[in-house]
């Protein structure tokens, strides 16, 4: 047995009891089932296994203290009342809010940041990374970090704008629809039943095969199919909103349509719709990353992760993983929106603690 399988074992065993001294219920629990998937690990996988855990517990380690040193710094920055929310923040919805900060300065500042232009041919086709590129080169010799830098201009970027469009159509829609009522209601009811029977990747090809793949086609195409959905949700919390008493004072002191929506029912409102913001905002990034994988997306020589992954899933048949860091970078920006979210559903919700 080597030293390092005592010395991991010692340091878990070690840990646990202190916890457990300390009645530190969570942390006990916590350590000391790392200890027994340890031991289950150890036996079948060996050292290479165990040094394995070690890695991804030093990795969420890390991800937990660079979460808790960004929670506190913007607690310092913010407003007091900002910050006394903040300060409820779980480690989750700080490290989302790490993520999204990090994908926001590289795409603001992508031309600063990237070391080469995102069309620039700098090497041979899939060259290794060397000591000028980080990532190596993509099929054509373009430096993939810096594809990677400006993709996050592009396909995030692309997908915000969408998706604002998106909410902006389906909110006023809805808050104008809860509003009028009778036959206006039935009427974008209906319609948003029946976009959103189609299924939004088949309805988004057909449209772009048709009228191709322009970006302003491209943020159209995305705002026509997620809308539905954020009209649905806004009609069915500003409907609980309009019937309020102080909404039926505002009718009868002759308050206009915009007036109510303006001033009655949407601050009232914002926080359930904030929620939504996020989440048709995951949505639609997947789908033009789809959309860019099946070729109708953002198209060459603009970087944009969904392309990325398919112009280099060569490289995988060759165990480089490569092709995978753009899916990666998906995936986190994703997830980390997802953690934001939730934190924020639990806010508006209600919801305390234990």
């Not at 219920?25 to 998937?37: D, E, I, P």
């Not at 506190?72 to 700080?94: D, G, H, N």
């Not at 299924?199 to 793949?213: K, N, V």
Request: glycine residues 8%; contains cysteine.
């Amino acid at each position: 047995m080597s030293m390092f399988v005592i010395g991991y074992y010692a340091a878990l065993i070690a840990a646990s009891c202190i916890a457990a001294y300390f009645q530190n219920r969570k942390a006990f629990m916590l350590l000391f089932s790392l200890t027994l998937v340890s031991f289950v690990l150890g036996i079948v996988g060996g050292v290479p296994a165990l040094r394995g855990v070690t890695i991804f517990a030093g990795v969420l380690a890390l991800a937990a203290g660079t979460s808790y040193a960004f929670r506190e710094f913007l607690i310092q920055v913010s407003s007091p009342a900002v910050a006394k929310e903040l300060r409820t923040a779980p480690l989750t919805a700080a490290f989302g809010m790490f993520v999204i900060f990090t994908y926001a300065i590289a795409g603001i500042f992508a031309p600063w940041i990237a070391p080469f232009g995102q069309s620039e041919v700098i090497a041979s086709a899939f060259e290794p990374p060397n000591e000028t590129m980080l990532l190596g080169a993509d099929q054509l010799g373009r430096d993939m970090f810096s594809r990677i830098i400006y993709g996050a201009r592009n396909s995030v970027g692309l997908a915000l704008v969408a998706t604002v469009l998106a909410f902006l159509i389906g909110a006023l829609a809805g808050l104008y629809s809860a509003v009028k009522g009778g036959w206006l209601d039935q009427l974008s009811g209906r319609v948003a039943d029946v976009i959103m029977s189609v299924p939004s990747l088949i309805f988004a090809l057909l449209i772009l095969s048709i009228f191709g793949t322009k970006l302003w086609v491209i943020v159209l195409v995305v705002a026509i199919i997620y809308s539905p959905r954020v009209f649905r949700l806004t009609r069915a919390v500003a409907g609980s909103v309009v019937v309020m008493d102080y909404v039926e004072a505002a009718k009868v002191r002759g308050e206009g349509d915009w007036h109510l929506i303006r001033k009655e029912i949407l601050p009232n409102s914002t926080a359930p719709l904030i929620a939504e913001f996020g989440l048709e905002f995951c949505f639609v990034f997947l789908l033009i990353a789809g959309l860019s994988f099946l070729g109708l997306g953002i198209q060459p020589p603009t970087a944009d992760w969904g392309s990325m992954v398919r112009e280099n899933a060569t490289l995988i048949s060759f165990g480089d993983i490569t092709p995978l860091i753009p899916a990666a970078a998906i995936a986190l920006l994703t997830v980390a929106v997802n953690f934001v979210v939730d934190w924020m559903l639990f806010r508006s919700s209600g919801l305390k603690e234990q």
